[in-house]
């Protein structure tokens, strides 16, 4: 065979399953799970700018979809590292609504340790589902 697979080779998919007693705990798991995939040190982000994050879905899974993406497109359009400070999820005229406040600052490499860089979350694997202690989604992320 002219090729052989690499064993050693980096994994192109970063997944997680976050949790909480509340949908809204729920997204801001998810939202902190994707903001640690991007930043290995979390706690040296300062919260220097502000944005608003709305959107909204059919589908309580494409809302999280959505929201998330919405972090990585400000990590890609605007070099800022957000951290989501207030999410509220509720369902208002047969669509699924996320309401948020991030805060962050620009990618500082002498400050911020970055970690992966997040491209998309796929559609592999999304799932937000109602549980008996709460609410779980399972995200899969490009890196």
């Known amino acids: 065979m002219p090729y052989r697979l690499l064993d050693d ?3 192109a998919d970063v997944g997680f399953v976050a949790s909480g007693d509340t ?18 040190n979390r706690d040296a982000l300062q919260p220097r700018e502000r944005r608003t994050i709305t959107v909204a879905s059919e589908s ?17 359009a605007e070099s ?12 208002r005229d047969e669509q699924w609504c996320v309401d948020a406040v991030a ?13 992966g ?4 979350v796929t559609l592999h694997r999304l799932g937000v589902r109602h549980t ?3 609410w779980e989604a399972t995200v899969v992320l490009d890196i």
């Open 9 to 11: 080779a980096p994994t």
């Open 23 to 40: 949908l809204d705990a729920c997204f801001q798991a998810a939202a902190d799970a994707t903001l640690d995939v991007m930043l290995g």
């Open 60 to 76: 309580v899974d494409l809302a999280l979809l959505k929201f998330l993406e919405e972090l990585i497109f400000y990590k890609d």
């Open 80 to 91: 800022l590292f957000l951290r989501v400070t207030l999410v509220r999820v509720d369902q």
């Open 103 to 115: 805060e962050g600052e620009p990618v500082d490499p002498a400050r911020h340790l970055l970690a």
């Open 117 to 120: 860089d997040v491209k998309a």
């Open 132 to 134: 008996d202690a709460g």
